[in-house]
């Protein structure tokens, strides 16, 4: 019998590499008759360097990612996928998307992008992915390329 995954989460953060994510997501979702999952995670740590918590820039934050969600929403149903649902969460994004939100929703495949930063943010702040990877209970699936699985066209060269 073949490996079906039922509940499929992809992070999302806005990042190109997220949207990558997202497309391969829907696909899985689709050929496996999954639910897919969307989350993003505000990542409280940003707002540590503000010496008087502004809550206006978190109300704005929350704002902001529930918008994307519900657009990525509206695109996985157009595309097909029949059971969608999202989860804004806040905190530390590694342990969030490893942990909390795959044992709350009964996730079996994470689904993120290779990565949301740059150099230095990976240099201070580490890898999302790598630390999913380590410490998820289930599948992750970290997606380099688009649907067709080739890498995306640099807009740089």
Do not use: W
Not at 99 to 125: C, M, S
């Amino acid at each position: 019998m073949l490996q079906q995954y039922k509940k499929i989460m992809v992070a999302v953060d806005g990042s190109a590499e997220a949207e990558l994510a997202f497309k391969k997501a829907v696909n899985v979702a689709l050929r496996n008759n999954g639910e897919l999952l969307l989350a993003h995670v505000i990542d409280t740590r940003s707002f540590q360097t503000i010496s008087s918590f502004d809550g206006m820039l978190a109300e704005q934050a929350t704002e902001m990612a529930k918008q994307t969600l519900a657009d990525y929403e509206a695109t996985a149903k157009k595309a097909g996928v029949q059971t969608v649902s999202t989860v804004v969460e806040y905190g530390s994004p590694k342990h969030i998307i490893a942990k909390e939100i795959p044992e709350d929703h009964h996730v079996d495949l994470i689904l993120l992008g290779a990565t949301g930063l740059n150099a230095v943010e990976r240099l201070f702040i580490g890898s999302v992915s790598e630390y999913v990877i380590r410490n998820a209970t289930c599948d992750v699936l970290v997606v380099r390329t688009d649907t067709d699985n080739k890498l995306p066209v640099n807009e740089d060269n």
